[in-house]
């Protein structure tokens, strides 16, 4: 039966993202950039069953333009009051589970609302806590919108399943039934948009949470968090839980009550989470679930054929945008020989015209890496290339005012396939260009990595094309674009091999991963 709900919804359409050229845009983040900054160093407590709560231990999240400026004071959850968490959400399963779709649903389309009309004082958090320049921003909050109008049509989809095979002499139904806790752990990357994805999605199916955000941006998911109650949503739903991995991290993994872990991060957690997760704990009654979204090492092939001008800014902005601090970022551009020197000097022009400071600065293309630890991994990878290819572009840090942690845009020419640099995920803004003998060599190269998260090709030949969508070996393949920038309902997200479980965020098939199928049958005869 359709409901009244139902009936009031407009189709899905992703949010519009705002390039800010419009004066009273620049004029809104401007204003929304000074209140986030007059509430730099708040206190941002655990919250458990709707109850803050103060921690002996915080954590101190940094603007990493200005590290001296604090953003945000957040509680650092002890290993008793994770498990507390557990438990606290394990009970209020036990009523959530029972709430209908329309009015869990009821609860996202109110917080995108709620989100909507604070986009750009999120924008701005986005912007001090992890670095990301006004459009990024808007992206990724323009993207959490998306997630949270999504899954609430989803979860309302998913309740009323098609029906069944006629059996004579019974009446026969499938019911989709939530799984019970579930822990969130979202990345700092797309600090709003996964975070509020991951958890969206595992409550409107009607699961209880306890997410335990990035240490670099955990003040956006304690708003989110506070965002989410003030919707609608009952306490102990979602239970915000920060904390370091190894002193909370491992225990909310391993919990006998933990169901389910949906996780967004490197492929070394990822793979760690996975092992735990498989090991039966005592009163555990369940399989474990896990839905991983891990690293990328991902390539765009520009082919003999292709327009050079349209496929150098496609790898320039994969590659430099939000710092290259993204799982689908081009980190390696393979390129047909007769192409490839006419290549590398168009790309070398393009990215001497990046602009690099502090993303406050509306004219900032690229800020920040998001602290001092990447920068050291991201540099070292750099010195790492300087033996392994001709440093064609930027190869270091950068000194800024503020102190915060720059590296310039980086590009090496003349990388082997097998090279450290064109193997390894770096997670900055360093990119290997590759020369291919030929087509054939090019999708072999493509092909050669742990990794199979994202890639594009560049070419005018629809054969050339066709053959990439079925050899290419990726979950999102993208032709004549860049290789970012997936759009929720029209690019559902997730990877093959060592990027994950493919799980396909922002997909139709996506919230199936916090189901579970039960069939009932009834004999009639």
């Known amino acids: 039966m359709t409901t009244t709900l139902q009936r009031g919804l407009a189709p899905f359409r992703n949010e519009t993202i705002r390039d800010f050229r419009d004066p009273a845009d620049r004029a809104s ?31 101190r999240s940094l603007n990493p333009a200005r590290p001296s400026e604090v953003v945000g004071i957040v509680g650092s959850a002890s ?19 029972h709430v209908s779709a329309e009015r869990r649903a009821a609860v996202l389309f109110e917080a995108a609302e709620l989100v909507r009309s604070r986009r750009d004082d999120f924008n701005a958090l986005l912007v001090l806590e992890v670095g990301k320049s006004w459009p990024e921003a808007d992206a990724d909050t323009a993207e959490a919108i998306d997630f949270l109008e999504f899954y609430g049509r989803e979860a309302l989809r998913y309740d009323r399943p098609p029906a069944l095979t006629p059996i004579p002499g019974e009446e026969n139904r499938l019911q989709y039934i939530p799984l019970g806790v ?29 997410l335990k955000p990035s240490s670099d941006a955990a003040v956006i998911a304690a708003v989110f968090v506070d965002l989410l109650h003030e ?102 551009a393979i390129v047909e020989a007769p192409v490839y020197d006419v290549f590398l000097e168009k790309l070398k022009a393009r990215v001497s015209a990046i602009s690099t400071g502090d993303p406050q600065d509306p004219q900032t293309y690229m800020g920040p890496v998001i602290n001092e630890g990447a920068r050291s991994t991201i540099l070292r990878y750099i010195e790492t290339g300087k033996n392994e290819g001709k440093l064609l572009a ?108 493919d799980s396909k965020a922002g997909g139709y098939d996506y919230l199936l991963l916090f189901l579970q199928a039960k069939a009932i049958s009834k004999k009639t005869g």
């Open 182 to 210: 579930g822990v969130v752990i979202p990345p700092w990357n797309f600090a709003f948009a996964i975070m509020a994805g991951m958890t969206s999605a595992a409550a409107v199916t009607g699961n209880t949470v306890v």
């Open 394 to 501: 930027g190869g270091g840090a950068l000194e800024l005012d503020g102190g915060g942690f720059y590296v310039s845009p980086t590009v090496f020419a003349d990388v082997a396939p097998d090279a450290t640099i064109a193997q390894e995920e770096i997670f900055g803004p360093v990119l290997a260009v590759i020369k291919a003998k030929d087509y054939d060599d090019a999708l072999a190269i493509a092909n050669n990595t742990e990794f199979g998260l994202t890639g594009s090709v560049y070419s005018q030949d629809e054969k050339k094309l066709e053959r990439a969508a079925a050899e290419f070996f990726v979950g999102n393949l993208y032709f004549n674009r860049k290789s970012t920038g997936a759009l929720v309902g029209g690019h559902p997200f997730g990877g093959f091999n060592m990027s994950g479980t």
């Open 79 to 97: 290993l008793e009051q994770a498990n507390e968490a557990i438990e606290v959400a394990a009970r209020r399963f036990e009523e959530w589970k």
């Open 29 to 59: 983040m401007e204003r929304a950039l000074a209140r986030a900054r007059e509430r730099l160093g708040s206190d941002y407590p655990v919250l458990i069953d709707g109850k803050k709560i103060e921690t002996a231990q915080t954590i």
């Open 231 to 332: 919707a609608g949503l009952p306490p102990g739903v979602v239970n915000f839980v920060p904390g370091s991995g190894k002193t909370i991290g491992d225990a909310l993994v391993l919990h006998a009550k933990t169901r389910f872990i949906a996780f967004t991060g490197s492929k070394e957690v990822g793979l760690r989470i996975n092992e735990l997760a498989a090991k039966i704990q005592p009163g555990q009654k369940w399989i474990k679930r896990v839905i991983a979204e891990m690293g990328g090492k991902d390539s765009i092939v520009v082919a003999a054929d292709a327009e050079i001008d349209k496929a150098v800014e496609g790898v320039a902005v994969s590659a430099f945008g939000f710092q290259g601090q993204k799982c689908s970022a081009c980190s390696r």
